[in-house]
């Protein structure tokens, strides 16, 4: 091997040793996977808020008690979603915003409809 080829695949091995270390650097936390099971029951939502870091991955569980509910996440409408009793309904997403967004039923559900809401509030990655 001569000498230019053999001092590539030094460099490349210390830069992807590099590379991977850095989100373990103190003070830089890896993104997560939240797993969060949310239950529709007369009128609410348990849990209604959902604390997260920018960057984390969030996989929504939900689960209709009752009637039919609907989870959908103000802005994105590629998060939307609707549970039958018995029948539970899934979604994943990454969170790409600092702040707070509310999540809403998307389903008619009866005459508390209108209080059915949480929030998803995201810190930035510490």
């Not at 029951?41 to 689960?63: A, C, E, F, W």
């Not at 590629?78 to 998307?106: Q, R, Y």
Request: aromatic residues 8%; hydrophobic residues 40%; glycine residues 12%.
């Amino acid at each position: 091997m001569n000498r230019s080829l053999a001092r590539f695949f030094a460099v490349t091995a210390v830069l992807g040793v590099a590379a991977g270390t850095l989100g373990a650097l103190p003070g830089h936390s890896a993104p997560r996977r939240i797993d969060v099971v949310i239950d529709g029951h007369m009128g609410h939502y348990s849990p209604r808020n959902i604390s997260v870091q920018k960057g984390d991955t969030v996989h929504v569980t939900l689960r209709a008690m009752d009637t039919a509910h609907g989870f959908k996440v103000q802005g994105h409408d590629n998060i939307d979603i609707t549970a039958m009793p018995g029948m539970p309904a899934e979604a994943s997403f990454v969170v790409d915003w600092d702040g707070g967004l509310e999540w809403f039923c998307t389903f008619n559900c009866g005459p508390q409809h209108g209080s059915m809401s949480g929030m998803i509030v995201s810190a930035e990655r510490r």
